[in-house]
């Protein structure tokens, strides 16, 4: 199989490139500079870059995130939303890894078993949310969720056999969670993290495609 990673110098990017290089696959590692969600130029660039005579990827995952930069983080109220913090989390929880789909599927194989991954989260679950808060990130996830469906349903026109998913790898120990680790609460290595995802990868079948899915294979009601 031969993969991108997008996101491959964030912890968990980083533990699924390795993860599959590991097993013998072929893999493209795409970060910033060079890839940049916020930049359709850029993503462009890299779609060109990944699909080669010799590389024509079967798997492709978008490894990022935002959850807090610099002064901003999670809301804990209404009153705290800020519009272009708000915007900011769109730019790359929802438009980055959509633009990434728009760019990359059409590198991808038009027959035959295909998975386009992104990393989402249940709290992007509308109907799993029970406590309210952190507003933008939920949204912003909740709406990446709503675009994985719809892609899902029209790249089968592309290729029948391709699956689009989006994960939630659960609580891992990277930069993006370390301010808001609890303890006591069962916190995965990227390694483990990595290791999980794969697995439920290697078990998707078409009929996944358009769905939520925790890193222990469980589906979650968008």
């Known amino acids: ?14 533990a699924l490139a390795e993860a599959l290089e590991e ?12 890839i940049d969600l916020t930049d359709e130029a850029s993503i462009a660039a890299a779609s060109r870059r990944a699909r ?4 024509v990827p079967e798997l492709v995952i978008v490894a990022t995130g935002i959850l807090h930069d610099g002064g901003h983080g999670p809301e804990k109220a209404l009153g705290e ?10 730019a790359i929880n929802t438009i980055g890894p959509a633009l ?24 992007g679950s509308i109907g799993d ?3 309210g808060g952190w507003h933008g990130y ?12 719809t892609i899902a349903i029209e790249d089968k026109r592309r290729n029948d056999r391709g699956i689009v998913v989006a994960l939630d790898p659960g609580n891992v120990d990277t930069k993006l969670s370390t301010p808001f680790q609890q303890s006591g609460r069962d916190l995965f290595t990227p390694a483990r993290a990595a290791v999980q995802l794969l697995d439920v990868i290697d078990g ?5 495609s358009g769905r939520l899915f925790s890193w222990d294979g469980a589906e979650i009601t968008p």
Request: proline share 7%.
């Open 1 to 14: 199989m031969s993969a991108v990673i997008i996101g491959a110098s964030g912890g968990i990017g980083a």
């Open 129 to 131: 949310n029970r406590v």
């Open 138 to 149: 939920r949204a912003s996830k909740a709406a990446l969720n709503q675009l994985i469906r």
């Open 52 to 55: 080669t005579p010799e590389l």
């Open 23 to 34: 097993e013998g696959q072929t893999v493209l590692r795409l970060s910033r500079p060079e």
């Open 204 to 208: 998707f079948t078409p009929r996944d």
């Open 100 to 123: 990434v789909a728009k760019h990359f599927l059409p590198t991808m194989p038009r027959s035959g078993r295909s998975i386009f991954a992104v990393l989402s989260a249940r709290v």
């Open 81 to 90: 939303l800020d519009p272009a913090w708000l915007a900011r989390q769109y």
